[in-house]
């Protein structure tokens, strides 16, 4: 007891403090939440309040609809179905095609590819060699050629997929090619099948191997004679384009810059 009646009127003037309420979840230094959804519906004990219950309206589908009859003896009304049942069903359940309505759009060309690009083939029997892109096609995929003098690649079709691109490039500007290159002009020919001879019977048929066209061989012919004047102006180019690409050990493409 202190002997000032000041220090004592102070003390009983003041309120006590309430102890502040701790949170039941809080947030860790990461930024998580201590507990989660399931542990907080567990701790505030939700499971306990009583909620009401709301009953789902059930829509009844009426199948039927009531006609009135006349006559005495015919019961007055007469149930008629709204939906009638199908009179044929099949036999097999065979499965329903529907509709496609995907429209095909023509893939977009990569900002590293430009004409005069040289490429690297990752599939096919040409795969490993470089080529020279000359443009892209209606279809999206992509006109290539080796040239073919230098290392056996004629014109052809590829998915920008199965590529890599490189810095190289070749100023094809110059190069002109002929009005035909277009998707129905790579597209393979059934070949008629052929018998061995008069008693061969129907499954002993063979078919006759592909044949390159006198039309490919012209447009090869002007394609090429265009782009080896330009790959000769270039030091080491023919030679870049003969060898194919490889890796050794210790070689990583993904740090590589090609």
Same mark, same amino acid.
């Given at each position: 007891? =202190?002997?000032?009646?000041?220090?004592?009127?102070?003390?009983?003037?003041? +309120?006590?403090?309430? *102890? $502040?309420?701790?949170?039941?979840?809080?947030?860790?230094?990461?930024?998580?939440?201590?507990?989660?959804?399931?542990?907080?519906?567990?701790?505030?004990?939700?499971?306990?309040?009583?909620?009401?219950?709301?009953?789902? +309206?059930?829509?009844?589908?009426?199948?039927?609809?009531? +006609?009135?009859?006349?006559?005495?003896? *015919?019961?007055?009304?007469?149930?008629?179905?709204?939906?009638?049942?199908?009179?044929?069903?099949?036999?097999?359940?065979?499965?329903?095609?529907?509709? *496609?309505?995907?429209?095909?759009?023509?893939?977009?060309?990569?900002?590293?590819?430009?004409?005069?690009?040289?490429?690297?083939?990752?599939?096919?029997?040409?795969?490993?060699?470089?080529?020279?892109?000359?443009?892209?096609?209606?279809?999206?995929?992509?006109?290539?050629?080796?040239?073919?003098?230098?290392? &056996?690649?004629?014109?052809?079709?590829?998915?920008?997929?199965?590529?890599?691109?490189?810095?190289?490039?070749?100023?094809?500007?110059?190069?002109?090619?002929?009005?035909?290159? *277009?998707?129905?002009?790579? +597209?393979?020919?059934?070949?008629?099948?052929? $018998? &061995?001879?008069?008693?061969?019977?129907?499954?002993?048929?063979?078919?006759?191997?592909?044949?390159? =066209?006198?039309?490919?061989?012209?447009?090869?012919?002007?394609?090429?004679?265009?782009?080896?004047?330009?790959?000769?102006?270039?030091?080491?180019?023919?030679?870049?384009?003969?060898?194919?690409?490889?890796? =050794?050990?210790?070689?990583?493409?993904?740090?590589?810059?090609?």
């Amino acid at each position: 007891m =202190s002997d000032n009646p000041t220090e004592v009127k102070k003390t009983e003037g003041k +309120k006590k403090k309430k *102890n $502040s309420h701790s949170p039941r979840n809080y947030q860790l230094p990461g930024g998580v939440w201590r507990y989660g959804r399931a542990a907080m519906y567990r701790r505030r004990r939700a499971y306990l309040k009583s909620r009401p219950k709301i009953e789902p +309206k059930s829509k009844k589908r009426i199948h039927y609809k009531i +006609k009135p009859i006349g006559g005495d003896k *015919n019961g007055g009304t007469r149930l008629i179905q709204t939906r009638k049942s199908h009179k044929w069903y099949p036999t097999q359940d065979v499965p329903r095609k529907f509709r *496609n309505r995907h429209t095909q759009k023509p893939m977009k060309l990569r900002k590293s590819i430009t004409p005069g690009t040289v490429l690297i083939l990752l599939a096919g029997r040409h795969q490993g060699k470089r080529v020279i892109f000359l443009k892209q096609l209606p279809s999206g995929l992509l006109l290539v050629t080796g040239p073919y003098k230098v290392n &056996r690649v004629p014109l052809r079709r590829i998915d920008q997929a199965y590529i890599i691109a490189t810095k190289t490039k070749v100023d094809v500007s110059t190069v002109k090619l002929p009005d035909r290159l *277009n998707d129905d002009y790579f +597209k393979r020919k059934k070949t008629d099948t052929k $018998s &061995r001879g008069k008693k061969a019977s129907i499954f002993q048929d063979t078919e006759t191997k592909y044949k390159v =066209s006198d039309e490919r061989r012209e447009d090869q012919k002007e394609v090429d004679t265009q782009l080896l004047p330009i790959i000769r102006q270039e030091e080491c180019l023919r030679s870049y384009l003969r060898h194919k690409f490889s890796l =050794s050990n210790g070689q990583y493409p993904h740090k590589m810059i090609f």
